[in-house]
C-alpha cells in the first residue's frame, strides 16, 4: 500500500466527488435535500444517478444495488446489472433517478414481525442520501432504508434516521435557551470492535461453530487468559497480514479504522475506528463486520463475532461510544470553561443521566440476544443491570449541588449554576473501570453491553429517543420559567436527586452491587426473555409513538422479531448439541473404552497376574460418564419434543429460558468430562487448545 490518503475513501461516491462530478446546481439541490428538507426534484436525481453511474463503471463497478438493513441485524442487497438492451445485439449502461432513489425487492423473506401480510410481499427501499454510496466488489451501493407497502419501518435505519430528527430538534431547543444558535445538533459514534480469529480448517471440523458461531462442548485449556500475556502483547505475523488486508478494505471505503490490538483471550483482537455521525457509524459497523469475515476467510481464517464463541473465555463485546455535538463542531458532553457552558453541559448530563435511568429496560432490550445472555453478568462484562459511572469527582460535584452545600473547600461558596463555573475535577482516573455498563468517559458516554454481534442502529435510536424526551421535558419546562437561571438551578437539583440511584461508581462484578441495585430499585433483566416483553410497556409505547420513531405497531414487530430471534438460536444450538452429541462424541467415546476393554481382554490372556485395575477403573469412568451423556441427551430430546407443543413466542422464550437452556448445560457437563478423560486422538473435533493457539 504506497499512498493511503489517496486510497482512502476512494470507493465512495462522496461530497468531494460529487462537487466535481456533478453540475453546481445540481449538486446545491442535493445539500439542500440533505439539510433543509427539500425533496429532490428528478431532474437533479436523473444527473446524480449517471454521474454516480459513470464513477462506478470508471472504478470497474458492473451492478449497483440498494444496500439496505432488514431486521435480522445483517445487511440486505440484490444486484441489478447496469445493462439496458439497444438496438440489435447491444447494450448500453444506465442507471435511472428512479432506480437511485427507490426499489422495490421482494420483501417476503425478511423479518417482518407481522408488519407485512404474506399476500403483500413487496417491500420498499429508499435512498438515504446522508449515507454515501460506495462500491464493494465491483457493485456500486446505494445505502437506504426499507419499508413495507403501508410505509412502516422493516429495517434498522429509518427508525435511527427518524432519532436523529428527534434529538437534532430537542437539543436545538434548549441550546436556543442558553443564546446558542446552531443550524443542527447530531450524535456522534464510535464503536469499538471485538473478534476472534481461528483457523478455517479447524473451524470447519466443528459443526457448533459452522451452525451457531459458538462452541456448545468443550473444556477450557490448562492455560487462557490468566498471565495477561496477550492483551496489547505483539501482534503475530499472520494476523498482523491479515490486519493490513483489512485495514486497506476499510479505508478504501472511507471507514475511519483506527486502533487495533490484541484483546485479553487468545485469539482476540479489536479493532476501533475514529467516531463520526450515528448513522454512517451504524453503516461503517455493518461492513467492518462483513468485511472481518471476508477478509478473514481470504487469509484462511475465520473471524468469529459471536459474543461468547468460547465458555470459560472472555467473550466479544462492542463499545458503543456516544455523545451530543452542534454542527460547530462543540461536543455537547464535554465541559466548559464558562459558567453558562458549565451549565449547559450539566443539563446536557441531566438528560441523559434521567434518560438511563427511565428506560433502563429499553437500553438493556438494545444488547438483548441469545447469544450476548452468556456475556452480561459473566465477570468479563458489565452485568445486566445498567447503571452509569460518572467517577467520584463528577458525582461529588452533583451530589454537592443536590445537597445545596459547597463542593470540596469549606470556604467556597455553594455553586449556583449558571453563575459559578464548575468546579476543575480532573477525568477520572478510574474510567478505565471496566464493571461498568455506561461510563462517562471525559466528553462522551461508553455504552459497555452490546455484544460483539450486534447491530449498533438499535442502541442508538433508544439513546437518542430517550435523551430527546428528557430534553424536551427540560424546554418545556425551562421555556416557561420567569427567572431562567433560577428555574435550571432548581430543574438540575430535582433531577439529580430523582435519579441519582442510577449512578453507581463501584465495582459492577461483585454480588453486593447486585444486591445493592436490588435495594435501589434498578432492573436486573438476565434474560432476552426477561428483557423483551419491556418492549411493549405503555411508557416505552408512548416515548416511540410520541416522537414518530416507531408506531405502535412497528414496536410490537420488533418484540416479536426479537423474541422469535432468541427462539431460533436456541433452537438451532439445542439440535445441533443433540447431534453431535449422538453422532460424534458417542461413537468416539464408544470406541475409545472398547480399545481399552480390548486392550484388558488381551493382556488377560497373556497372564492372569496383570494388574488391569487401572484400565478397568477408566472404563468404569468411562461407562458413567457415557450414561451421563445419554441421560443428557435423552432429556434434551425430550424437552425439544415438548416445546413443539407451544405456540405462543413468549412462551417458547421462557420455556427455552428455564427448561432448554438449562437441559443443554447439563448434556455439556456429561460431554466435558468425557473430553476430559478421553485419549485425545479418539476425541471427534478439534478442542479450545487447538482453537485458541492454532497458529
Ligand atoms: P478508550 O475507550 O480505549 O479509552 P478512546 O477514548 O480513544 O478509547 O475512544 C474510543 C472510541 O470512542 C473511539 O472509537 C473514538 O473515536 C470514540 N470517541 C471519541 N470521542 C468521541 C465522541 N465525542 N463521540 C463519539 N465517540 C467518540
Ligand atoms: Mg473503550
Known amino acids: 500500500m504506497n499512498n493511503i490518503s489517496e486510497l482512502f475513501s476512494s470507493m465512495v461516491f462522496n461530497d468531494t466527488v460529487m462537487k466535481e462530478k456533478l453540475p453546481k446546481a445540481t449538486y446545491k439541490a442535493y445539500h439542500q435535500c440533505l439539510y433543509e428538507d427539500k425533496t429532490l426534484d428528478e431532474e437533479s436525481a436523473n444527473v446524480i444517478a449517471n454521474a454516480m453511474k459513470d464513477w462506478a463503471i470508471e472504478k470497474g463497478a458492473t451492478h449497483y444495488t440498494h444496500w439496505f438493513q432488514p431486521m435480522t441485524g445483517v445487511t440486505a442487497e440484490k444486484h441489478e446489472a447496469f445493462i439496458t438492451p439497444e438496438g440489435n445485439d447491444k447494450i448500453i449502461m444506465e442507471f435511472s433517478g428512479k432506480e437511485l432513489i427507490q426499489g422495490e425487492p421482494d420483501a417476503s423473506s425478511f423479518p417482518s414481525g407481522g408488519l407485512r401480510a404474506t399476500f403483500e410481499a413487496r417491500g420498499y427501499t429508499a435512498w438515504d442520501p446522508t449515507s454515501y454510496a460506495f462500491i464493494k466488489d465491483n457493485v456500486l451501493c446505494i445505502p437506504t432504508i426499507f419499508c413495507s407497502y403501508n410505509g412502516e419501518s422493516l429495517d434498522k435505519k429509518t427508525p435511527l434516521l427518524r432519532s436523529q430528527e428527534v434529538i437534532d430538534h430537542a437539543a436545538r431547543r434548549v441550546l436556543k435557551l442558553f443564546g446558542n444558535q446552531v443550524h443542527r445538533v447530531i450524535t456522534t459514534v464510535g464503536p469499538e470492535q471485538e473478534y476472534f480469529l481461528i483457523e478455517k480448517d479447524l473451524f470447519f471440523k466443528r459443526k457448533d461453530l459452522v451452525y451457531t458461531g459458538r462452541t456448545l462442548f468443550g473444556n477450557k485449556p490448562a492455560k487462557t487468559q490468566e498471565l495477561d500475556d496477550h492483551y496489547f502483547g505483539v501482534i503475530k505475523p499472520k494476523v498482523k497480514e491479515f490486519m493490513d488486508d483489512l485495514n486497506e478494505q476499510l479505508w478504501k471505503l472511507g471507514i475511519l479504522a483506527k486502533t487495533q490490538h490484541n484483546e485479553v483471550a487468545p485469539s482476540q483482537h479489536e479493532l476501533a475506528p475514529i467516531f463520526t455521525l450515528v448513522n454512517v457509524a451504524s453503516d461503517h459497523n455493518q461492513l467492518t463486520m462483513e468485511i472481518l469475515k471476508k477478509t478473514a476467510y481470504r487469509h484462511d481464517l475465520v473471524c468469529l463475532l459471536h459474543e461468547k464463541p468460547f465458555e470459560g473465555v472472555n467473550g466479544s463485546g462492542k463499545h458503543n461510544n456516544w455523545s451530543i455535538a452542534s454542527d460547530t463542531g462543540e461536543n455537547l458532553l464535554a465541559p466548559g470553561h464558562t459558567p453558562s457552558k458549565n451549565a449547559q453541559f450539566l443539563l446536557f448530563l441531566c438528560a441523559v443521566i434521567k434518560a438511563v435511568d427511565e428506560y433502563q429496560d429499553l437500553l438493556r432490550i438494545s444488547v438483548s440476544s441469545a447469544g450476548n445472555d452468556h456475556r452480561l453478568g459473566a465477570n468479563e462484562a458489565p452485568p445486566a443491570i445498567i447503571s452509569i ?185 439445542s439440535l445441533t448439541m443433540s447431534r453431535i452429541a449422538k453422532t460424534q462424541i458417542l461413537p468416539a467415546v464408544l470406541k475409545y473404552s472398547k480399545d481399552l476393554s480390548d486392550e484388558v481382554l488381551q493382556k488377560r490372556m497373556v497372564s492372569k497376574d496383570i ?82 493457539y492454532s497458529f
Request: aromatic share 10%.
Open 611 to 692: 494388574d488391569t485395575s487401572s484400565e478397568e477403573a477408566i472404563i468404569k469412568q468411562l461407562s458413567s460418564y457415557i450414561k451421563d451423556l445419554y441421560h443428557g441427551y435423552t432429556a434434551l430430546d425430550e424437552a425439544i419434543a415438548h416445546r413443539d407443543e407451544l405456540t405462543s413466542n413468549q412462551e417458547i422464550a421462557n420455556y427455552n429460558r428455564d427448561v432448554i437452556l438449562p437441559a443443554m448445560a447439563v448434556l455439556r457437563e456429561g460431554a466435558d468430562a468425557l473430553e476430559r478423560i478421553c485419549a485425545k486422538s479418539y476425541w471427534p473435533f478439534p478442542t479450545y487448545g487447538d482453537l485458541l
Open 389 to 573: 459511572f460518572l467517577g467520584d469527582e463528577l458525582s461529588n460535584i452533583l451530589s454537592s449541588i443536590e445537597q445545596g452545600v459547597p463542593y470540596r473547600d469549606k470556604d467556597k461558596a455553594v455553586m449556583k449554576i449558571g453563575i459559578h463555573t464548575l468546579p476543575e475535577f480532573k477525568q477520572d482516573t478510574t474510567d478505565r473501570n471496566r464493571t461498568s455498563s455506561f461510563a462517562f468517559t471525559g466528553n462522551k458516554f461508553e455504552f459497555r453491553m452490546l455484544g460483539s454481534n450486534k447491530d449498533i442502529a438499535c442502541t442508538n435510536v433508544i439513546l437518542n429517543t430517550a435523551v430527546a424526551e428528557e430534553l424536551c421535558q427540560f424546554a418545556d419546562q425551562l421555556e416557561q420559567a420567569e427567572d431562567f437561571q433560577t428555574a435550571l438551578h432548581a430543574l438540575i437539583k430535582q433531577t439529580i436527586h430523582q435519579h441519582k440511584r442510577i449512578i453507581f461508581n463501584g465495582d459492577g462484578y461483585t454480588d453486593a452491587w447486585v444486591k445493592e441495585a436490588e435495594k435501589r430499585g434498578l432492573l436486573n433483566l438476565k434474560t432476552t426473555a426477561d428483557a423483551l416483553p419491556h418492549y411493549i410497556d405503555e411508557k416505552n409505547l408512548r416515548l416511540f409513538e410520541k416522537h414518530k420513531v416507531y408506531t405502535r405497531v412497528e414496536v410490537a414487530a420488533r418484540y416479536e422479531i426479537g423474541l422469535s430471534n432468541y427462539n431460533q438460536v436456541i433452537r438451532i444450538e
